[in-house]
C-alpha cells in the first residue's frame, strides 16, 4: 500500500534500523523504544490488522512470532524474559495499521499493561 508506513519501510523508500530480513518479514528497532530492546518484526506483505488475518496466514504469523522468541535469544533475554505484543485497533494503541509484533525486553514489565 503506498501510504501505509510500514510498507514504505519494508520497500526501503524510509530509512530504519533493520536487524534481520527474510523472504517474509523485517524486524526494525523501534524508533521510540519503551525497553532496552523494543524491535518490531512487520510481515512484508500488508495486513492492516489481526482482524484481517485469514487461516493460510497462520505459518506467516507462527514465523514472526518465533523470530521474536529468536531475536529475544540472540540480544540475551531468552531466560530473563521479555513481552510480545501485538496493539489491534484505537482501544490497544495500534498506531500503524500494518501488522506488527512488539518485541520489548531488557527491564522488569509490569502487569497488567495501561
Ligand atoms: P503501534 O502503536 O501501532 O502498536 O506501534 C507502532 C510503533 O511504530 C510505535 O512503537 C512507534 O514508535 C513505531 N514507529 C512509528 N513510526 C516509525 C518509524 O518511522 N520508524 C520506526 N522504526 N518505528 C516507527
Ligand atoms: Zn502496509
Known amino acids: 500500500m503506498a501510504d501505509c508506513l510500514f510498507c514504505r519501510i519494508v520497500a526501503r523508500e524510509i530509512p530504519s534500523s533493520i536487524v534481520f530480513e527474510d523472504d517474509h518479514m523485517v524486524a ?17 506483505r500488508h495486513i492492516a490488522t489481526l482482524n484481517d488475518l485469514t487461516s493460510p496466514d497462520d505459518v506467516l504469523v507462527g514465523e514472526l512470532v518465533r523470530r521474536a522468541a529468536a531475536l529475544a535469544a540472540e540480544h540475551g533475554y ?23 509484533l512488539h518485541l520489548l525486553a531488557g527491564r522488569s514489565l509490569t502487569w497488567p499493561p495501561g
Do not use: W, Y
Open 28 to 44: 526494525i528497532k523501534d524508533i521510540n523504544p519503551r525497553a532496552p530492546l523494543h524491535v518490531l518484526i512487520i510481515p512484508k
Open 78 to 100: 531468552a531466560e530473563r524474559g521479555f513481552r510480545t505484543v501485538f496493539n489491534t485497533n484505537r482501544e490497544a494503541g495500534q498506531s500503524v495499521f500494518h501488522i506488527h
